[in-house]
């Protein structure tokens, strides 16, 4: 694996095999050095067309934006990723102002994870982390999205803060995705909680925190996981919660806590060792989750715990 920092992708790109025959293959490859004339392409093409011929997904992302493919290939991509994720923090708007944008950077952060991991110059750990940064920032991009929308219709009054949209609402990552372990067709798995009284102060008179709560919530997964003609984002699941067949989409923290103090299973515990505080009020959320580490992290365990663990990892090794 090469892994020369600043060169740029087209110089470090190795063929990842064979190319396979593909009847679509030469016309994409003569509509590429026509959108991108003088660009690395020529360089490159030796690496790309075993990739393209093999996967008609990342074919059809450079067909559909051939220049970001040109400029990915001209610059390292380290470069490429830190800009990608610069843009997309400075996106700014509400939830249909940002459809569009976040669902573009995700295809162009998919090409360019794509071709760095099977060319052969990122490995698995700077894949996944590629693949988890991208989902931090796309997240509080859509959260932002979200509270510009709650301010614009009067809900929300608190000052816009970039790093704390809804003030108390936080989000906490769970599973893969808290341990910076995405692959490509991941979904993120995100416990959502609030504070009542922050998010209390932060809501217009007689505006209830719960239901706001609860909008927001489901409007930022739809904003993520709809699929438009540009693709979608990433699927989201928020059931990682306290019994989520009983509670709504944002569980109140003293609530939160009571059900994990009172009745909270060993599964949860397991789920809790790779959360992280992600989403929202991150302040809020390592408080939280520091409250937990009684729960989490157990003085002791008896027989019946030990035989649950056990149960839990071979059912984790069957699937």
């Not at 660009?39 to 393209?52: G, K, N, R």
């Not at 608190?158 to 995405?182: Q, R, T, Y």
């Not at 923290?253 to 809790?272: C, H, I, K, S, T």
Request: charged residues 25%.
């Amino acid at each position: 694996m090469r892994t020369t920092a600043g060169e740029a992708l087209a110089d470090r790109l190795t063929p990842c095999g064979p190319t396979l025959d593909s009847p679509g293959l030469e016309t994409l490859k003569a509509q590429l050095f026509e959108a991108c004339p003088g660009s690395p392409l020529e360089t490159a093409w030796p690496a790309l067309a075993p990739v393209f011929a093999a996967s008609p997904y990342l074919a059809s992302l450079a067909r559909r934006r051939p220049g970001a493919l040109g400029d990915m290939l001209g610059a390292s991509p380290e470069a490429t990723l830190t800009d990608i994720l610069m843009r997309t923090e400075a996106l700014t708007g509400g939830v249909e102002d940002l459809k569009q944008p976040l669902r573009q950077a995700k295809a162009d952060l998919h090409l360019l994870t794509a071709l760095a991991d099977l060319g052969g110059v990122w490995d698995l750990v700077a894949v996944t982390a590629a693949l988890s940064r991208f989902a931090d920032t796309t997240s509080q991009a859509a959260l932002r999205a979200v509270a510009h929308d709650l301010r614009e219709r009067g809900r929300l009054i608190s000052s816009p803060d970039p790093d704390n949209p809804v003030p108390g609402l936080f989000g906490l990552a769970m599973g893969k995705h808290g341990a910076m372990e995405l692959n490509y067709s991941s979904d993120i798995d995100i416990s959502l909680f609030y504070d009542p009284e922050r998010l209390r102060g932060a809501l217009a008179d007689g505006v209830e925190p719960q239901r706001t709560a609860d909008r927001a919530a489901q409007a930022f997964a739809a904003l993520m996981s709809e699929r438009t003609g540009d693709g979608y984002v990433f699927r989201v699941d928020l059931r990682l919660r306290p019994d989520p067949s009983s509670t709504p989409p944002v569980v109140a923290v003293p609530m939160a806590l009571d059900y994990y103090e009172g009745v909270g299973q060993n599964w949860e515990r397991a789920a809790f060792i790779k959360a992280r505080a992600m989403l929202g009020d991150i302040d809020a959320g390592r408080r939280f989750l520091e409250a937990l580490i009684p729960f989490v992290w157990r003085r002791s365990l008896d027989y019946q715990a030990i035989l649950d663990v056990q149960s839990i990892k071979r059912q984790i090794h069957v699937h």
